[in-house]
């Protein structure tokens, strides 16, 4: 018998307590016009490992924040990842018919519904952001959830993502990484730090670990996709390095047990390509 | 020769101002990868009557606040205001392929990229309110403009639009009004009051003052297209009736120019189906 390894554990209480919170947020409405809520609901509250949710909570926590502080943002950024999900998977973008075991969404609901979910999810995420509790920490999330989601970041990554013809070369791809994952992850782990009052190097510190952690994320998830197998060795190596700078960049924040979950976070992404 | 009215004198030099800044803000990068800013400024930037930022500025002079306090919030709501009609012009929603005159985005750019311009657009909308410069205030416009763009205000409006099947009585089509117009007409206005520094019971005058304008002005706009002339009586009275209302609303901000300009605003309105 093997043992559950403690990050796994943990992820999993963070992940069904950031389900909850969804679940109460986004409850279904009595009445729903156009089975829009049915939309939003669809696509929010289906199977989802809600890793930026759980950097968000962590980071709030590693700076001494209260758990409670980061629920709403937690809840922002995974309304802003699953309308890039939404509007990404349309038949204009990637055209995927499948996510998660699920049909997508416009697939249910057609194409005109699964715009309008994720705009829903988008102004959502924003709406949510207002209710952070100190209002400098609010605007600070503002600002940071608009740079990563906007035309310098995921927006961005989306429309490179769409031009790549399949050759690029691994800085390429890795620009697109950062782009898409990396300013997310960013975002996640410095609203974290935003709710729990941390100082300006603190944030600063977080961004790092949360780019790096996205990038190398998004590497791994290509190593085990497997389509461009030229490219493994020098990924999984470049991988290795950003986990490990990732995890260097922890350094200023304390030995708090939230701080070994980033840590072990980072880890565990490198262990899933070791694992091939 | 007829004089031009001071309201008219007044929203050419307003849009202009707003224009320029929004020129100024959104300025065309030396590298656009994938042509998106030049499809978000096609839109952003293409004509317009910048009315919904003519009362961000007005509103916020009207409680006493100063023209640059605003000009972020007026900007803001342009961008939310462009990236409904970006959306609403696609394929899958009412297939438009012209507006004010020009091919709308999705003619020239493609689907993809004019999905992402109005997500662009929608994303920059939360960001620039962040710029605003009491945060206490820009976490309002953050809540205002949310509840107004989301699933209860804009979007829920534009699903009922889309299943509306042209027999509807006059109180329907008001209801998606308020939703689509009136809601963001509203957030216009109390953009403004927050930005300005105004109190609880004139924030709720402005609400209702831009709420009661839009549904008054869609009902013009829906006298001029005259597509339902069974309605035109009913109509041309309730927007009477709208205006009247609006205007009263004011009564609570005292007698600044800008108080003026709101009012004229709401004349001008009632004005329109006179006219026909």
Chains 1, 2 share one sequence.
Not at 8 to 37: K, S
Not at 66 to 89: G, K, N, P, S
């Amino acid at each position: 018998m093997t043992a559950v390894p403690a990050i796994e554990t943990a992820l999993a209480a963070r992940r069904a307590l950031i389900e909850g919170e969804l679940e109460r947020r986004f409850a279904a409405p009595a009445e729903d016009p156009g089975r829009l809520m049915e939309a939003v609901r669809y696509s929010l509250l289906g199977p989802g490992k809600r890793l930026r949710g759980c950097i968000v909570t962590w980071a709030c926590e590693a700076v001494g924040g209260a758990l409670d502080d980061a629920l709403a943002a937690a809840c922002a950024i995974e309304c802003l990842h699953t309308y890039t999900l939404v509007h990404d998977d349309l038949p204009a973008m990637d055209d995927d018919h499948e996510r998660r075991g699920r049909p997508t969404s416009h697939v249910v609901f057609g194409e005109a519904l699964a715009i309008l979910a994720g705009d829903a999810l988008l102004t959502e995420a924003f709406g949510l952001l207002a209710e952070v509790r100190d209002p400098e920490a609010a605007v600070f999330c503002v600002r940071a959830l608009a740079a990563a989601g906007g035309v310098r970041g995921v927006i961005l990554g989306q429309v490179r993502d769409l031009a790549l013809a399949g050759t690029e070369s691994l800085a390429d791809l890795e620009r697109v990484h950062a782009e898409k994952t990396g300013a997310l992850f960013a975002a996640a782990a410095q609203l974290g730090g935003a709710c729990g009052g941390a100082d300006g190097a603190t944030l600063s510190a977080l961004y790092d670990y949360g780019r790096l952690l996205g990038i190398a994320f998004q590497h791994a998830d290509d190593l085990d996709d497997d389509d461009r197998p030229e490219l493994a060795a020098d990924a999984r190596r470049r991988l290795g390095e950003l986990v490990a700078k990732a995890k260097a960049r922890l350094s200023i924040l304390g030995d708090a047990p939230a701080v070994s979950l980033l840590a072990a976070l980072a880890e565990r992404t490198a262990a899933r390509s070791r694992a091939h």
